[in-house]
């Protein structure tokens, strides 16, 4: 047995020694979590407002989707979709009848982004083939979603990647200059989020409507951050308004159970034939069952509610760092996606709110980024935001 200081210790030998390094990790082992809160191996409490990467949409082990998950598996754990489950049936429903249309599920963001351009392909007359995205968007690791991702850093050594893509800025002049006769579809996350938390101006998104409209081309939202609740309307579209023609899901679709699904418009989903496209594992019991728990908790909580009061609260705390703090460019709120753009490296900042018990994410070098639970107190907000604001207070300090 290896001499080891702690169980974190311990963790991170296993790993040094038996797990591909592909993930640059924090020296922290968490082991435990509930609510907003989350403990280490050696006993250590962190807030937790970015928990799962923004999958945790509950917090750590939300108690309806723990008892979902432990009845579920004890009855029947995976099916294949050559027969009809349940949970499935019951999940599609939930999600159809808050938004539109059919749905398909897989496991994953990156699954949903593949399907949702299939889809597109498949269902538009033969010769469309273009994509365009955005630059700074995000949408997967997959060849296809990482291609779809406009950001020269995730393409680094994959090249060739795949034809058909085109990228635009943030700007409707651009996109009426690329879109043509060959083009499938416009994707677009709503608010992206890891391209730091870039919230678009109110008539954008109908506008793009429109684009794709006139040039008889598909429009698809990204949801997979936004989606589920996050905005404080059930899906992000429904925030603007703006119907697209498929939205993908993912993240805390399932409340932390892995799960990806894509909804689409009635008349498309015939294109989505036997054969053309598959999910092993998409819309397995286990998560399914998790994914209705994750939606009823949502709906009787009445968490779009809190979700609007806790969006307030975030901003009337840290709206006033702009004019206090010359490191702090900028705030962007939107439901539950916070970001707060700086003048210097973000990342010494999430170091320094992690050494204080506090877990926050630094994206696009500048922005600090969160993704809390839709059920985070006020209590937890303020406590978070108390936290943030002295290391951002020492730091600029430092920088003057």
Request: glycine share 8%.
């Amino acid at each position: 047995m290896p001499t080891v200081e702690s169980p974190t210790a311990a963790t991170i030998e296993q790993f040094d020694q038996f797990v591909i390094p592909n993930y640059p990790r924090f020296p922290v082992a968490l082991v435990r979590g509930e609510g907003s809160h989350v403990w280490d191996a050696d006993g250590k409490r962190y807030l937790d407002l970015f928990p799962g990467w923004g999958c945790n949409i509950l917090g750590y082990s939300p108690p309806r989707v723990v008892q979902a998950i432990q009845e579920q598996a004890a009855k029947l754990i995976h099916v294949p979709n050559t027969w009809y489950i349940e949970a499935q049936g019951e999940f599609a429903e939930f999600l159809c009848s808050r938004s539109f249309g059919k749905a398909f599920f897989c496991n994953s963001g990156a699954e949903a982004a593949e399907a949702a351009m299939k889809l597109a392909r498949l269902h538009t007359p033969k010769g469309r083939y273009k994509i365009i995205t955005f630059e700074k968007g995000f949408h997967g690791r997959t060849m296809a979603a990482v291609t779809a991702t406009a950001q020269p850093k995730y393409h680094e050594g994959l090249e060739p990647l795949m034809p058909g893509f085109l990228y635009a800025p943030r700007d409707l002049d651009a996109v009426r200059e690329l879109v043509d006769e060959e083009t499938a579809a416009i994707v677009i996350e709503p608010v992206q989020g890891e391209g730091g938390v870039n919230i678009p101006t109110d008539d954008f998104l109908a506008e793009l409507r429109e684009i794709a409209d006139e040039n008889g081309c598909l429009l698809i939202f990204d949801e997979v951050q936004t989606g589920m609740g996050r905005l404080g309307t059930w899906f992000g579209y429904q925030k603007w308004s703006v119907e697209p023609d498929i939205f993908t899901l993912a993240k805390g679709v399932a409340g932390g159970v892995a799960c990806g699904a894509i909804v689409c418009k009635d008349e498309i989903a015939p294109s989505l034939r036997p054969g053309m496209h598959a999910s092993t594992f998409g819309g397995n019991p286990l998560a399914m069952a998790a994914g209705v728990a994750t939606g009823q908790t949502i709906e009787e909580d009445n968490l779009l509610e809190n979700v609007a009061e806790m969006a307030e609260r975030f901003r009337s705390n840290l709206l006033p760092l702009v004019d206090e703090l010359p490191i702090v460019r900028e705030l962007r709120v939107c439901g539950m996606m916070v970001g707060l753009e700086l003048l210097v490296p973000a990342k010494p900042i999430m170091l320094a709110c992690m050494e204080r018990g506090l877990i926050v994410n630094a994206t696009q070098d500048v922005v600090v980024r969160l993704l809390p639970a839709l059920n985070v107190t006020a209590a937890e907000v303020d406590e978070g935001c108390e936290i943030l604001t002295a290391v951002l207070r020492e730091h600029a300090e430092t920088a003057e």
